[in-house]
């Protein structure tokens, strides 16, 4: 019954104050109490609604009252409503105290971006501003996909750095107890730029900043494709290794094995890889592993003057290599170079005796 009251008491009221406000009262189900107020005769009371107010002309006006007049209300209920006619603010009732709703309002929308509509793709710094709107604490800026906003952001002017996507600039305004205006936009269409090697972005057919496809290899640790992209020669994984170096304890470049063989580092020793006989420090290399020099391996290594001669091996022939007398067969080394014997040389040699060359061999007795 409270229901039929309430809707005789509003339409007293509505038929007393306004002769045009129509009052709808749908109880047809007085289980289900669906109440609207409208003065629009096609609504539909929203179902989710007890009490369903309906205009698009008209607010709803709440019981205006002082301070004192609030607080001499008896005992009132947890969730009264008033509008304080002093404060000018609304005022509601917790349960155990009345308090203020936060009067912390909507701020303006900026009303408009200004700003380059058209920079260039990868342009940075690029400046958006707006005039300040005296009811907003700060302003929130966003940008298109891969540009960042680089300084400015909560203020009324940023500098942009864009990529190549096109799309908005927009901000809108802020106020501290987290209200917010809608976005306003700018549209920004990014102008193309032929990519070069020294524009400090990586485009073009570049595989890292300026470097790799058509621009100079690309230095250890930048992205590439093929080992032509990198300074060292070697892409792995998409990553420029590192130049090979005969000191980087890894067998890498042209090495036989580890800092050493191939063209530009030191001989191995033996016992290490090798793919030809330059690769040793012998200068044998037997089934891809480097051997120790000898005496009979037809070639001239250890401390062989020449070939398989001279050294800790035997002397030299005549016209061979050697660094002392006693490398050569004569006896005679003379410019690095095993000498013929001779009388004469200061060595009995080559089948000289007393007789035939004295004065090498000494007197006969
Ligand atoms: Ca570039
Ligand atoms: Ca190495
Ligand atoms: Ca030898
Ligand atoms: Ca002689």
Same mark, same amino acid.
């Given at each position: 019954?409270? !229901?039929?009251? @309430? @809707?005789?008491?509003?339409?007293?009221?509505?038929?007393?104050?306004?002769?045009?406000? @129509?009052?709808?009262?749908?109880?047809?189900?007085?289980?289900?109490?669906?109440?609207?107020?409208?003065? /629009?005769?096609?609504? !539909?009371?929203?179902?989710?609604?007890?009490?369903?107010?309906?205009?698009?002309?008209?607010?709803?006006?709440?019981?205006?009252?002082?301070? $004192?007049?609030?607080?001499?209300?008896?005992?009132? *209920?947890? &969730?009264?409503?008033?509008? =304080?006619?002093? !404060?000018?603010?609304?005022?509601?009732?917790?349960?155990?105290?009345?308090?203020?709703? =936060?009067?912390?309002?909507?701020? *303006?929308?900026?009303?408009?971006?200004?700003?380059?509509?058209?920079?260039?793709?990868?342009?940075?710094?690029?400046?958006?501003?707006?005039?300040?709107?005296?009811?907003?604490?700060?302003?929130?800026?966003?940008?298109?996909?891969?540009?960042?906003?680089?300084?400015?952001? %909560?203020?009324?002017?940023?500098?942009?750095? @864009?990529?190549?996507?096109?799309?908005?600039?927009?901000?809108?305004?802020?106020?501290?107890?987290?209200?917010?205006?809608?976005?306003?936009?700018?549209?920004?269409?990014?102008?193309?730029?032929?990519?070069?090697?020294? /524009?400090?972005?990586?485009?073009?057919?570049? $595989?890292?900043?300026?470097?790799?496809?058509?621009?100079?290899?690309?230095?250890?640790? /930048? %992205?590439?494709?093929?080992?032509?992209?990198?300074?060292?020669?070697?892409?792995?994984? #998409?990553?420029?290794?590192?130049?090979?170096?005969?000191?980087?304890?890894?067998?890498?470049?042209?090495?036989?094995?580890?800092?050493?063989?191939?063209?530009?580092?030191?001989?191995? $020793?033996?016992?290490?890889?090798?793919?030809?006989?330059?690769?040793?420090?012998?200068?044998? +290399?037997?089934?891809?592993?480097?051997?120790?020099?000898?005496?009979?391996?037809?070639?001239?290594? &250890? =401390?062989?003057?020449? !070939?398989?001669?001279?050294?800790?091996?035997?002397?030299?022939?005549?016209?061979?290599?050697?660094?002392?007398?006693?490398?050569?067969?004569? #006896?005679?080394?003379?410019?690095?170079?095993?000498?013929?014997?001779? +009388?004469? /040389?200061?060595?009995?040699?080559?089948?000289?005796?007393?007789? $035939?060359?004295?004065?090498?061999?000494?007197?006969?007795?």
């Amino acid at each position: 019954m409270e !229901t039929l009251q @309430f @809707f005789h008491s509003l339409k007293r009221i509505a038929i007393k104050s306004s002769l045009y406000v @129509f009052i709808f009262i749908f109880y047809t189900n007085i289980l289900g109490q669906n109440i609207t107020i409208t003065d /629009d005769d096609g609504y !539909t009371p929203d179902n989710s609604a007890i009490l369903d107010v309906k205009s698009t002309a008209k607010g709803l006006l709440l019981p205006r009252m002082t301070s $004192t007049e609030r607080n001499d209300i008896a005992s009132p *209920a947890a &969730g009264l409503v008033i509008f =304080n006619s002093e !404060t000018k603010k609304i005022n509601y009732y917790d349960g155990s105290e009345w308090l203020e709703y =936060n009067g912390c309002g909507f701020p *303006a929308s900026p009303t408009e971006i200004s700003g380059n509509t058209t920079p260039d793709q990868y342009q940075t710094g690029v400046s958006y501003s707006i005039d300040e709107v005296l009811s907003a604490d700060s302003y929130n800026w966003t940008v298109p996909e891969e540009a960042s906003i680089a300084s400015g952001q %909560g203020t009324s002017s940023i500098t942009v750095d @864009f990529g190549s996507v096109d799309g908005n600039v927009s901000v809108r305004s802020e106020k501290d107890c987290g209200n917010v205006s809608v976005y306003i936009h700018l549209a920004i269409t990014l102008q193309e730029v032929a990519p070069t090697c020294t /524009d400090e972005i990586q485009n073009g057919n570049e $595989t890292d900043t300026d470097c790799g496809g058509s621009c100079s290899p690309c230095g250890d640790g /930048d %992205g590439c494709l093929l080992d032509a992209d990198c300074v060292s020669g070697s892409c792995i994984g #998409g990553v420029c290794q590192a130049s090979p170096s005969c000191s980087d304890g890894v067998l890498n470049g042209d090495e036989t094995d580890t800092d050493c063989g191939g063209g530009s580092c030191p001989a191995c $020793t033996s016992g290490q890889g090798c793919v030809v006989g330059s690769d040793c420090e012998s200068g044998v +290399c037997d089934g891809g592993v480097c051997v120790e020099a000898s005496c009979s391996d037809g070639v001239h290594n &250890g =401390n062989e003057t020449d !070939t398989d001669c001279g050294g800790s091996c035997s002397p030299c022939g005549d016209g061979d290599g050697c660094l002392l007398d006693a490398d050569c067969v004569s #006896g005679v080394c003379s410019g690095g170079v095993c000498q013929s014997p001779e +009388c004469g /040389d200061g060595v009995c040699n080559g089948g000289e005796d007393c007789v $035939t060359c004295p004065i090498d061999c000494g007197p006969c007795k």
